[in-house]
């Protein structure tokens, strides 16, 4: 190796470096938006998240916990098992028998509810990707990880509107057919025909 060759080097390796992060983020946002969108979507639809979606939300938070549990060790370790085991919070919640007059539980619950559908899905994408490839939050910068949250957020927002807005380009007949109900002012018959 000459003295020419050493920057050389130095420079494939940083632009191998840059290039893994730019793909480990792009898987990262790729599937947090794949896991986001129909819980978002449902919830501007119906209203509501549908139960196999919390109850898909409270299995991998808890398999991620205990993956958690398992491998890391520190303050990292407890921040992370606290923010998976929100999901099982709110389905503990729900066990608890409010009486009619209690709104305010009943409410408090519900609001947990929506913030697992909408949170603990990329929460536990994020956590599993820090142990799988523990360079995505070594060497990924706090205004990356701001652009993947954002990415995400958008996507979410996105997908929430199309649902408050789904008459305008959805049939009745396309949620029968894919085997959902049918949301509360879906159009009946095709607008293009």
Do not use: Y
């Amino acid at each position: 190796m000459t003295h020419h060759d050493a920057p050389t080097e130095t420079a494939t390796a940083t632009a191998s470096r840059a290039t893994n992060r730019a793909r480990v983020t792009g898987v990262i946002v790729v599937g947090m938006s794949v896991a986001v969108w129909w819980p978002a979507f449902t919830l501007g639809a119906w209203g509501d998240f549908f139960f196999d979606q919390m109850l898909t939300v409270w299995a991998a938070s808890t398999g991620a916990l205990f993956v958690v549990l398992l491998q890391l060790r520190g303050r990292a370790r407890i921040l992370r098992a606290l923010a998976l085991l929100i999901p099982s919070l709110w389905l503990a919640l729900s066990f608890v028998p409010v009486p009619r007059d209690e709104d305010v539980f009943a409410w408090a619950v519900a609001l947990l509810g929506i913030l697992v559908g909408l949170l603990a899905v990329p929460t536990t994408i994020w956590v599993l990707a820090r142990i799988v490839w523990p360079e995505f939050g070594d060497d990924i910068s706090w205004p990356r990880r701001l652009v993947v949250i954002g990415a995400v957020a958008l996507i979410a927002l996105a997908s929430f509107l199309l649902g408050v807005n789904q008459s305008k380009f959805l049939t009745c007949e396309e949620f029968t057919v894919s085997g959902n109900s049918q949301p509360p002012g879906c159009t009946p018959e095709s607008s293009l025909e």
